[in-house]
């Protein structure tokens, strides 16, 4: 009998090497619509997992629950099913006046203003992601003609710190932060890529991110019917776009 993951509660037999990990289950749904003969595999805790296929290769999309800790839990399970290579497909925010609403994001490098890292690299570490990967998905988007950016981002452990920073004890350090993050260039800011990057290094396979910016510079609202859902289906057709052509890739270099 297989070995059923703790948490995903899934088996190797259920999912594929190739992976997308949105944090919600709702976008877990909408991404399994993309591929070919999609089948609900399990749903535990924050962990929903859909397997089909695209171009006739198996792949899974599983949802990780916001921020590091439970990404770090989807990605070590999945590893330990098997697979190999995973791209977060998800939303973030602009740090920059040069990214707006709707523009899909590709990371190149994360600001590590989060915890989980470090338990698996040291802080000297730089959290970056396959390079392979980012290069299928700025193909990808310029195939779709959709807006993107390239950039770092930045990964943080806490949402409203951000959004609501002045109401914290700790202000004067976030400000400070912030404000160099900006001055350094940093485009959009989430709360997983650092980790995922980290956690892949490690585990030496490859992962990336694409994510569809949520605001307007210095304008972010916190009221649900101003997040752009009519625009979020781009971040995931560059996604599903540049998985396969890292299919296609590992298929010509016999590496399926």
Known sequence: MEKVMMHLAVSPSQVGKYAFLPGSVERAALIAQYFDNPVKVAHNREFLTYTGTLDGVPVTVTSTGIGGPSAAITVEELHACGTHTMMRIGSCASTSPNVHIGDVCIPTGAV??????????????????????????????QDLHFPYNTGVTITKDSFYTEVAPETKPVYPMLKAKWDAYQRGGATNTSMECALLFLAAASLGIRMSSVMINATEFQAYSNDDKDYPRDWEHRAIQVGIEAMRKIIAQDRKENRL
């Open 112 to 141: 590590r203003m989060e915890g989980t890292g470090c338990h698996y690299l040291p802080m000297e570490f730089p959290a970056v992601p396959d390079f392979s990967m980012v290069k299928a998905l700025v193909e990808a988007a």
